[in-house]
């Protein structure tokens, strides 16, 4: 199984001018110029941005991408976004909480779920890997998994 994360742009800020910079506040829309893959993330180059002083402006800004520039996942693939939500049951039908967020760990990543137990908010985290997980059904909004509630 492999976990896509949809373009997540990542402004580049050199550290020696990082003190400088304040952080971007606001709405803009640009068109993308280019883009590629940089370690485990995207890094593009927005049309109307010419130089380091314009990209550096833009420290901290969120990106949105339209859910149909994203290309088709694959058998196995998923986006974080259609994770996130989601119900986890695991093989005795018991359920484990629904997905909160994802962490990338670098090896693997990992699903953050919350639950309660006895009125107090909980979390707890299962590695996203095919070990663990028997199923994703996206339609029904559920993933199976080989984890026990007291894991």
Same mark, same amino acid.
């Given at each position: 199984?492999?976990?896509?994360?949809? #373009?997540? #742009? %990542? /402004?580049?800020?050199?550290?020696?001018? +990082?003190? +400088?910079?304040? /952080?971007? $506040?606001?709405? *803009? /829309?640009?068109?993308v110029k280019e883009s590629k893959e940089h370690s485990d993330t995207v890094v593009a180059c927005a049309k109307g941005i010419e130089d380091r002083s314009a990209a550096e402006a833009l420290r901290g800004a969120r990106i949105f991408?339209?859910? $149909? $520039?994203?290309? &088709?996942? %694959? &058998?196995? !693939?998923?986006?974080? =976004?259609? *994770?996130?939500? *989601? $119900?986890? =049951?695991? +093989?005795? %039908? !018991?359920?484990?909480? &629904?997905?909160? !967020?994802? *962490?990338s760990t670098g090896p693997q990543t990992v699903l953050v779920l919350e639950y309660s137990q006895d009125g107090k908010a909980l979390e707890r985290m299962i590695p996203f890997v095919a070990a663990y997980i028997d199923d994703v059904d996206l339609p029904a909004r559920c993933i199976r998994v080989d984890w026990q509630s007291d894991y």
């Open positions: 199984m492999q976990i896509l994360r949809p #373009f997540f #742009f %990542q /402004t580049l800020v050199y550290p020696a001018f +990082r003190k +400088r910079c304040k /952080t971007f $506040s606001g709405v *803009l /829309t640009l068109a991408v339209p859910r $149909s $520039s994203f290309p &088709t996942a %694959q &058998t196995d !693939e998923y986006y974080w =976004v259609d *994770l996130i939500g *989601l $119900s986890v =049951v695991n +093989r005795q %039908q !018991e359920s484990l909480g &629904t997905v909160k !967020e994802l *962490l």
